[in-house]
């Protein structure tokens, strides 16, 4: 069973930063790219951010130069650096990763439960 929890989020102001993690937990035996993604009531989900195992990282425009993702040492650990925050980043913050359970087994999709971040203005 493998297991994603986010945590980290909260209330701040606008111009603040806050970093939310995302640690995988279970049986798993490689992990591939792990990304971010929000959702704000009434939209859908969107992309954030993503790296990859090998560290390659990508963003999406709205959150380019803001935020910064990142593994830890542990590879099962992401880390969602975010700063200059804007009211509009207000949403329910959801890791997912691409894991590998068995060596032979292709890569499944996991989700976290979310963790909710509010900006005021």
């Known amino acids: 069973q493998v297991q994603l929890v986010e945590s980290g989020g909260g209330l701040v102001q606008a111009g603040g930063s806050l970093r939310l993690s995302c640690t995988a937990s279970g049986s798993i035996f490689s992990i591939d790219a792990m990304l971010w993604y929000r959702q704000s009531p009434g939209k859908v989900r969107e992309w954030v951010a993503q790296i990859t195992d090998g560290g390659i990282t990508s963003y999406a425009d709205s959150v380019k130069d803001r935020f910064t993702i990142f593994r830890g040492n542990a590879k099962n650990t992401m880390y969602l650096q975010m700063n200059s925050l804007k009211p509009e980043d207000t949403a329910a913050y959801y890791c997912?990763?691409?894991?590998?359970?068995?060596?032979?087994?292709?890569?499944?999709?996991?989700w976290g439960q979310g963790t909710q971040v509010t900006v005021s203005s």
């Open positions: 997912n990763a691409l894991i590998k359970v068995n060596n032979n087994d292709p890569l499944t999709n996991y």
